[in-house]
């Protein structure tokens, strides 16, 4: 308490001091100066009783004695063990004299280790599943600050590298060439190459890779060289814009591109590529109008792969390259805003990231409120109060599944001794999102708030940052210039310390609720009769709207029957409405929807939707749901899906009396997939 007080009275001091030259300057008087003040003294109060991270606990790295600036990769890769063998060099600056080089791995087979071109010892530490193992370095002699230092490593991945997903042909859509694909958000980067694997590291690097001459490779930067030697391919790449470790990707595979603009191409598998080049003919102007918002794009190309059937996740927004599920794929680009989502992350998430992942909201919150802004501009406003119905929707439901009290529902959870992916929920994203539009809402003024986050954006780029970096900004920003907001009505320490729901409901309306609850109550009634015409022109988030909205305890089998004739749900080429169509099936029992099931299980292997539907098959029906899975299990990745199936086959998961569900990783369902 006495050192919370006394910094309380540090950070007083300072912001009285700024805000009395910020105003002495702008002719304000005192009186306005120590109002100005008290925003930020709140602002201290709130840090004071905050949880201070001096360093990222999910790594082992000492980036407190250096910090890796650039990388250079050289990979072979190797289909046959499905292992990368090469090496990395890594140049790091020193920033204290150290006498130890301490970097992340996991399951690597480390041969050769040198520091500034000599051999060097190191050394291997006890293997822990969430975080790897330490790689420890003694350089030949200690490191001076200041200076520049380079660590080469010679290595080899080891098949069972949670980084990469290695496809046999089979699992492709071509069946005619295997497929190579990486996923090292959020601590994965680790089982590719030792490094510095927390988002607080940003750097820049150069790889060269080789692969079988019938492959495309591809990587998150811009190509360089792309050449042809006998049996193999090697490709040149260059990433000029420091990235974090988790941002480093790599796909191998029977790729072909349909170009969409100068910057803009669609990379997939021949039978697919034209169907992806349509749905996502917007990506260009998601770019344009994002650098409407938030400034020029600084990556030179997006480019878009969309993935095989097995990709586990919605999106991966890898620099120049996301990274996307075909389940996307709808023929009338209804489901692009996941395209979106993940351009916004060009700007919030890949150039301004968080220092730790306890800051995940600085990533996805302010990437669903850019999204939201980016959407809203092409389709109108109402669109973004009915995708922020939606996502409070969502986020209910995730909270309650995992638990009101559960600590991994807080805005910035303790994540010591905890894995990433295990905290991974809609909680960043949505509760996130809810605070940076009750930042909008204090301000007061929308453009006013939409030109601070271009500044915010401009002034962070390239850096990796803390909330109190994001708030003290924000309070000065809004404090220059004559302005005053008055930020102590912002309960900082309730949006990001207390769990469950968001401390302050924002109410957004939309007319498009009224009309899917309207259309709802009409079926609950039963006095009705129902056509097409019922959902003609509606979008895929009015409809997935209407099917949560209409209550499951009132649905029967007869009810499904003629929903279905009404409405066709169950020839539905759109896979977020099938999902929850299939849901719906699946709890009343309703066995029209059988074969549909099973060939969704069989072509998509999102976990947004085989893990809940597994679930409910396994309440409803357990020796068909474990045979369905076995069937099945060859075609899902098994470095993601494969927790899952172990809990179906062994049994449903307990909730603890937190709620929290044990043994299953990833388990909530993901916004973005």
Not at 71 to 80: E, L, R, S
Not at 118 to 132: K, R, T, V
Not at 257 to 265: F, G, L, Q, T
Not at 448 to 465: M, P, V
Request: charged share 25%; hydrophobic share 35%.
């Amino acid at each position: 308490l006495k050192l919370q007080f006394l910094y309380f009275i540090e950070m007083f001091r300072r912001a009285l001091i700024t805000t009395v030259k910020i105003n002495l300057f702008s002719k304000r008087n005192f009186k306005t100066s120590l109002t100005s003040a008290k925003g930020y003294c709140t602002v201290a109060m709130s840090e004071s009783s905050w949880r201070q991270t001096a360093k990222d606990p999910n790594t082992y790295a000492n980036t407190q004695d250096l910090v890796v600036k650039h990388m250079t990769i050289n990979w072979k890769a190797d289909f046959d063990l499905k292992e990368l063998q090469g090496s990395v060099e890594l140049k790091a600056d020193v920033l204290q004299k150290t006498d130890k080089i301490v970097l992340d791995t996991r399951d690597l087979r480390i041969h050769s280790v040198s520091v500034n071109g000599a051999s060097s010892e190191f050394e291997l530490g006890d293997s822990s599943a969430a975080f790897g193992a330490a790689l420890s370095i003694s350089p030949p002699s200690p490191l001076e600050p200041g200076a520049a230092s380079s660590i080469e490593i010679t290595y080899q991945t080891s098949p069972s590298c949670t980084a990469l997903c290695w496809l046999p042909k089979e699992q492709t859509d071509g069946c005619t060439q295997p497929y190579l694909f990486s996923q090292c958000q959020a601590i994965h980067a680790r089982s590719l190459f030792p490094c510095q694997d927390t988002p607080g590291v940003k750097s820049t690097y150069s790889a060269t890779v080789t692969a079988p001459k019938t492959l495309q490779v591809l990587m998150s930067a811009l190509v360089k060289e792309d050449k042809e030697e006998g049996e193999n391919r090697i490709v040149s790449f260059d990433q000029p814009v420091p990235i974090p470790s988790y941002l480093l990707a790599i796909v191998m595979g029977d790729l072909k591109k349909v170009d969409i603009s100068d910057r803009v191409a669609i990379w997939s598998e021949p039978s697919v590529v034209d169907r992806a080049a349509f749905d996502f003919s917007e990506t260009d102007q998601f770019v344009k109008t994002g650098e409407e918002l938030v400034g020029p794009y600084e990556w030179t190309r997006y480019d878009v792969v969309c993935l095989p059937g097995s990709f586990p996740y919605g999106g991966m927004e890898n620099p120049c390259l996301t990274f996307v599920t075909p389940s996307l794929l709808t023929g009338d680009k209804s489901l692009a805003d996941v395209i979106c989502h993940e351009v916004s992350h060009s700007w919030t998430g890949n150039l301004v990231s968080p220092k730790t992942w306890e800051d995940f909201y600085l990533n996805e919150g302010f990437t669903m409120f850019l999204q939201r802004k980016i959407m809203s501009r092409i389709h109108g406003k109402e669109y973004f109060d009915f995708d922020a119905i939606c996502g409070w929707d969502d986020l209910k439901k995730d909270v309650e599944l995992i638990g009101l009290e559960h600590p991994h529902t807080c805005l910035r959870p303790n994540l010591n001794n905890v894995d990433p992916d295990d905290a991974f929920s809609s909680v960043p994203y949505e509760k996130g999102f809810n605070l940076v539009c009750h930042l909008q809402d204090v301000v007061g003024d929308e453009e006013a708030f939409e030109k601070w986050l271009y500044d915010y954006i401009q002034t962070f780029k390239n850096q990796s940052i803390t909330s109190n970096d994001m708030i003290n900004h924000l309070v000065t920003y809004f404090s220059k210039d004559g302005r005053h907001v008055d930020f102590s009505v912002v309960n900082w320490k309730a949006w990001f310390d207390e769990p469950g729901m968001p401390p302050v409901d924002l109410n957004f309306k939309s007319d498009l609720v009224d009309q899917c609850v309207a259309l709802a109550d009409k079926w609950i009634s039963g006095t009705s009769s129902f056509t097409a015409d019922d959902i003609k022109g509606w979008t895929t988030m009015q409809i997935c709207y209407f099917l949560v909205t209409v209550p499951q305890e009132k649905l029967t089998p007869d009810i499904l029957t003629e929903m279905d004739r009404a409405y066709k749900f169950n020839s539905s080429t759109n896979s977020e409405i099938l999902f929850l169509w299939l849901q719906r099936c699946i709890k009343v029992g309703w066995t029209g929807h059988e074969e549909v099931l099973k060939s969704f299980l069989r072509r998509i292997g999102r976990m947004k939707f085989t893990r809940p539907l597994y679930r409910e098959l396994k309440f409803k029906d357990p020796e068909f749901a474990k045979a369905l899975f076995l069937e099945n299990k060859h075609r899902y990745v098994d470095s993601r899906i494969s927790h899952y199936g172990s809990c179906l086959l062994d049994g449903v998961p307990k909730k603890s009396k937190t709620g929290t569900i044990q043994s299953v990783r990833k388990w909530w369902d993901q916004i973005s997939g």
